[in-house]
């Protein structure tokens, strides 16, 4: 991204980013509510034009080619994408259809192939047994597995994950950040982008962070380097003291 700036309701929600995340690396979103980290991912997803600037997304210059040309490659899941699909759709269909890039199955026809893929992402991601249940039946720790599950139907190069660990008790966080640890250390594994909320929840396989707030990038770069006292208490408005504990974060107040 070069000079992006989004504007909606005649404010700039985020502006002057300049950002470039490549093959193999592992990249946090952190920042306030409301501070554009949403916003960011669905540019990054190639689910939004920038209202300024330029965007690239694997390589394809947002606005040459058609969206939908590239978003097979770009696995996202965020807390709106799910809300499109019907309660009542079986979760192994829920997976099977996004090799179709569709929500819902409709007449469509899956090769066998494609339902022993959604099954066994399922199981990878630790839901497999759920596989016949409805979509509404879940919990938000299933739901979002399934999610991952989803978005990882087409073996994407990049993907999105915007608060995944969000509503999840502390043990079923621990072992999906265990889960999205060992994906990130596959080296046939895509690129990720994670927002998060809460340090705790940023994955030890993590490489880099960008650091947002009013819209606005105020650090980027090695994970390390942008998590720094000074950093997080501008971005937060807030006193605070980053603690790391064996590759894992938590923030406390200074
Ligand atoms: N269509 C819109 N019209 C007006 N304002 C919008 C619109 N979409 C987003 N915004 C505003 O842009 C800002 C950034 O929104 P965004 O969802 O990207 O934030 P976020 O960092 O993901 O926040 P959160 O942590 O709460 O999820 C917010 O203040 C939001 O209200
Ligand atoms: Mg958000």
Redesign the pocket.
């Known amino acids: 991204m070069r000079g992006v700036g989004v504007i ?2 005649g ?1 700039w ?1 985020l502006d002057g980013i300049n950002w470039e995340v490549d093959a193999g690396e592992h990249w946090v979103v952190l ?1 306030p ?8 991912m669905s540019i990054a997803g190639a689910r939004m034009f920038p209202s300024r600037g330029e965007a690239a997304v694997l390589g394809h210059e947002l606005g040459a080619v058609h969206l939908s040309e590239i978003t097979p490659a770009v696995g996202y899941v965020g807390a709106a994408e799910g809300e499109h699909i019907p309660d009542s759709e079986r979760v192994v269909d829920v997976v099977a259809t996004a090799v179709h890039g569709i929500r819902g199955r409709w007449r469509e026809t899956y090769d066998r192939v494609d339902m022993e893929r959604a099954v066994g992402l399922l199981t990878t991601w630790g839901v497999g047994g759920l596989a016949d249940r409805h979509l509404g039946s879940l919990s938000d720790g299933e739901w979002k597995r399934v999610m991952i599950a989803r978005a990882l139907m087409t073996d994407p190069e990049m993907l999105i994950l915007d608060e995944p660990a969000a509503g999840l008790d502390v043990a079923a966080r621990e072992h999906l950040v265990a889960d999205l640890e060992r994906m990130a250390r596959d080296e046939h594994g895509p690129c990720t982008i994670t927002v998060t ?1 809460h340090f705790e929840e940023i994955p030890s396989t993590a490489s880099h962070a960008i650091l ?1 707030s009013a819209g606005h990038t105020i650090a980027q770069g090695r994970l390390r380097d942008v998590i720094s006292d000074a950093s997080i208490s501008m971005a937060y408005g807030s006193a605070l003291h980053a603690v790391e504990y064996g590759g894992r974060w938590m923030v406390v107040r200074a």
């Open positions: 909606r309701a404010r929600i920042g509510n409301g501070a554009g980290k949403s916003t960011l909320h947002l």
